[in-house]
Structures are given as C-alpha cells and as structure tokens.
C-alpha cells in the first residue's frame, strides 16, 4: 500500500496511521515531501505514536505486514518485484531529474504499481501541487483501489483535487475516515 501527502502531512499522516491495527495484513510506503534530515526523526516520533511498525525506510527493506516505511528525503523512493517480496530501492534525486518533488510521489506510487501489478491500495492526503496524480492514474489503470482525502480536511487541497478531479479517486473521505478505511483491506 503507499500513501502520498506534503503540506499538512506530517500531522494527517499520523491520524491515518494511528487507526491502522498492528495486524494489517500488507507493508505501507510513505512518501512525503520532507528534507533529508527531516524523515527519520519524524518516522521514530510516529512509531512511538502507532500501533504498527514505522521507521524510515533504507535500500533492500522489504515491504511487509505490519510495517510501515516513511520513503527518506533528500532522495527517490522506488519499489521493484524481487520474487515474492517487494523491495523498497532508493536512488539519487539526480537519476530522476523530471521529478520537481523529492521524494516523488508519482515516481513511488508509479513503481508500486507496477511492482504488485495494480493490486493494492494508494491514498492521497494533503499536500500542494499535483505529485501524486500520475501514480495513481497508473495505480487505477492497473485495478487498484484508490483513496483521496476530501477537501474540508485538508490543510492544501492541492494534491488530493488533483486525484478527485482527474477521476483517479475511488472514494473521496474525510481524514477521520481514512485509516478506519484502510483498515478494511485485511484480506
């Protein structure tokens, strides 16, 4: 699963994965707009907060039940198959230069998809611009189930509209409703 956000992140983020249970069935990606020597101390702050397993994520973890990995910043995210594992791969903001957001949203819910060939979930939660929009596009193309956060709640409805009115969004829900949303995808 992979979830996107930037502005107004950091505190959606932690209200969507506070309602996750401890025994969610599938590993989560996070990528959010923060500089390098942001992600980790605010990876350890949500672990301390959550029921599930977050810690930023360090090239070849593995995404699996129960974890949840913050993409680090500074850098790109990508996933990629490695038999029946997906593996979280990091690469040089310079290797991706049309990517403007670092870590790139698009770039990380666009490898994710390909990596699980469409069958998972990709939410959109506050943020400005528009990073966010392709990989889910590409997410949907493939069969995935998407999520974006309304507007009411969020700080900037910049990149979940984006989702909403490029007909990518499956459902459009309030933050309150999003982790207990999520939490339904137990199978």
């Given at each position: 699963?992979?979830?996107?956000a930037s502005t107004g992140g ?158 990518v969004a499956d459902e459009v ?15």
């Amino acid at each position: 699963m992979g979830i996107g956000a930037s502005t107004g992140g950091p505190v959606a983020l932690q209200e969507v994965l506070s309602r996750i249970p401890v025994n969610f069935p599938h590993g989560i990606i996070v990528g959010i707009h923060m500089p390098k020597a942001f992600t980790g101390p605010y990876a350890d702050r949500l672990n301390a907060k959550c029921s599930m397993n977050i810690r930023e994520a360090v090239d070849g973890d593995v995404l699996k039940p129960g974890l949840a990995l913050i993409a680090p910043g500074g850098m790109h995210t990508t996933l990629v198959r490695h038999g029946a594992s997906v593996l979280v791969k990091t690469v040089p903001a310079s290797a991706y230069p049309q990517y403007v957001y670092i870590p790139s949203v698009d770039l990380m819910m666009s490898s994710l998809a390909e990596a699980t060939n469409g069958s998972m979930l990709g939410v959109i939660l506050t943020g400005m611009g528009n990073d966010g929009f392709k990989g889910m596009q590409l997410l949907k193309s493939k069969g995935g189930l998407t999520i974006a956060q309304d507007e009411t709640t969020s700080t900037i409805y910049g990149m979940p509209r984006a989702c909403v009115e490029g007909g990518v969004a499956d459902e459009v829900l309030p933050l309150g409703q999003i982790g207990f949303e999520i939490s339904k995808f137990m199978g």
